[in-house]
């Protein structure tokens, strides 16, 4: 959901359609022995895989799209989502986690992976999708007598044992999510062939970037698996995140799901709301933005200073920017300040604008621009788990970064994060992790946008696939998508000297009228002192306010 990392250029790359010729148009650059050497954060050992041979990989041109400023809203979607069917069995209540510590940090509460019993039970589950698919083999037999020690997925039978020709023949009956399930447990155990048996025979039929909610979701995941396989996911990301197409047909990708889905507008709600009552009667307002986009965010804001009895206050925004807003923008963060100086004195409030052109990384005391007398805002809108950790690198960005606000003394600051956990998760369990929320994801877009739209199909390709990508296929520094539950987040700011603030009645009030406008099926929640936002079972984004 976020569009922040400087990369490189490189070539394109597109992805699966259905009923179309498999054609290799993806060649591997660099045929060498592939080596994962960031073992520590993600995975228990350092992997070495077979050496690659030249190949390529089997993609299909997506077509060009060219027009999109006028998507509707959302209310106008026409296509109800036809769930899964294994949506039903899978899917808990997003309040089923309630029984876990809300700091418990190893493992999704939703993917039920939070404890080995529970990821020895999925893999045993695998191993008997397996024995229906393939037949049992002689580790089977002796399991059967009770000879065979206790553990967790047996490896994986020798290529010649699978029948990828019987297998591809029943396809209509397999079920989706549990294949994709499999090919990654292939390959976090390093079985190459089966994984690649998978990919090539079986995965590649099943999916499609104009199916439904989990055949869009597989073609993402598969490429991310590939990518993996070929230590290529770092090529890829770059390529999803700066082979991009025209300012304005980014921005318009952007504009799609910003209408249809309200995963960013019940950040910016949600960040007004806090930091209007917060600064309720000061009468200079300094905010600083850690994603200030296009600025517009804060426009609502501005109209409501604009009315305060006894006239507006003087407001100050600092603006971090990137390159990646800089292209959607066409330009740099003087195009944000212009339009939002010219918007606040059309309202007639006091304004002025600070540019901060820089990642979050980046980011030291004296780019804030922080002036005695000013009453301090901090906005952290699905930022923070872009940066590095603990895990990552020594500089330790992420903590870094909450204390330094926190030296800034703001009356207020505003966390929206993704409620999922892919940061330190184990591979096979960040995979299984990625596929439940970004599951739910597809079903929310699905209900506000036709399946074959081409308008869709971008936006999702160039603002949402690179993120699950970059999840599966990347590791160490490169692997910049770094979610954390809401419990790790409150730890984070309480170690960096923050308290957490009530969220009052009015906020509530304010994400529940942004949602009148979107399906019946998103939630809203307050939990553990934050507000959380879901679709049917699944929390997806919760918001909090500290000081």
Not at 17 to 40: A, E, M, N
Not at 121 to 139: A, T, Y
Not at 358 to 384: D, I, T
């Amino acid at each position: 959901m976020q569009m922040s990392q400087k990369h490189p250029s490189s070539a394109g790359i597109h992805f699966y359609h259905p009923h179309q010729p498999v054609q290799g148009i993806y060649q591997v650059l660099q045929s060498k022995r592939c080596r994962d050497t960031h073992g520590s954060s993600s995975r228990g050992t350092n992997v070495s895989f077979e050496t690659c041979k030249e190949q390529y990989f089997t993609l299909e041109s997506c077509p060009s799209v060219t027009g999109f400023m006028e998507c509707d809203s959302p209310s106008y979607g026409s296509v109800s989502s036809n769930r899964s069917p294994f949506s039903s069995q899978d899917s808990q209540s997003w309040n089923s986690d309630h029984h876990q510590s809300s700091d418990n940090t190893c493992g999704s509460p939703i993917s039920g992976l939070s404890s080995v019993d529970d990821g020895n039970e999925l893999k045993h589950k695998l191993r008997e999708l397996e024995i229906s698919l393939l037949g049992p083999d002689e580790s089977d037999i002796v399991d059967s007598c009770g000879c065979c020690v206790e553990g967790g997925l047996h490896r994986a039978s020798p290529p010649a044992k699978y029948d990828w020709d019987r297998i591809a023949e029943n396809i209509s009956k397999l079920d989706l999510k549990e294949v994709l399930m499999l090919c990654a447990q292939a390959v976090s155990d390093e079985d190459i062939p089966t994984a690649r048996g998978w990919m090539d025979n079986v995965l590649v039929k099943m999916v499609s970037v104009a199916g439904d909610p989990y055949q869009r979701l597989g073609a993402y995941l598969l490429e991310g698996l590939r990518a993996r396989l070929e230590s290529s996911g770092s090529l890829i990301y770059k390529t999803l995140k700066c082979e991009q197409p025209t300012s304005q047909e980014l921005m318009s990708y952007m504009h799609i799901l910003y209408q249809i889905c309200p995963y960013w507008k019940f950040a910016y709600v949600s960040a007004n709301a806090v930091i209007a009552e917060a600064m309720a009667n000061e009468s200079r307002i300094h905010i600083i933005d850690f994603q200030i986009t296009q600025g517009t965010q804060w426009h609502l804001l501005i109209q409501a200073l604009a009315h305060r009895p006894g006239g507006p206050p003087f407001v100050r925004i600092t603006g971090v920017d990137d390159s990646q807003s800089f292209h959607a923008r066409g330009g740099g963060l003087e195009i944000v300040g212009a339009r939002l100086s010219d918007f606040a004195r059309s309202c007639g409030v006091p304004f002025e604008f600070h540019c901060a052109a820089m990642s979050g990384c980046e980011v030291q005391r004296e780019n804030l621009g922080v002036r005695p007398g000013e009453a301090l805002a901090v906005n952290f809108p699905f930022v923070l788990h872009h940066m590095p950790d603990e895990s990552v690198s020594i500089d330790n960005h992420r903590d870094r970064l909450l204390r330094l606000v926190k030296s800034l003394s703001p009356k207020v600051v505003t966390l929206v994060e993704q409620e999922s956990n892919t940061n330190t998760s184990p591979f096979f369990h960040r995979f299984v992790e990625t596929l439940d929320y970004y599951t739910a994801m597809f079903e929310s877009i699905d209900v506000a946008c036709p399946r074959d739209d081409k308008k869709r199909i971008s936006a999702e390709q160039h603002c949402v696939a690179r993120d699950i990508v970059n999840m599966i296929a990347c590791e160490g520094i490169e692997r910049v998508e770094r979610h954390e539950l809401f419990g790790k987040w409150r730890l984070r700011f309480s170690m960096a000297g923050f308290k957490q603030c009530p969220l009052s009645s009015s906020v509530m009030a304010a994400a529940q009228n942004l949602l009148k406008d979107f399906n019946k099926n998103y939630r809203l929640e307050q939990r553990d002192g934050a507000l959380c936002l879901g679709w049917m079972k699944r929390a997806m984004a919760t918001s909090s306010a500290w000081r």
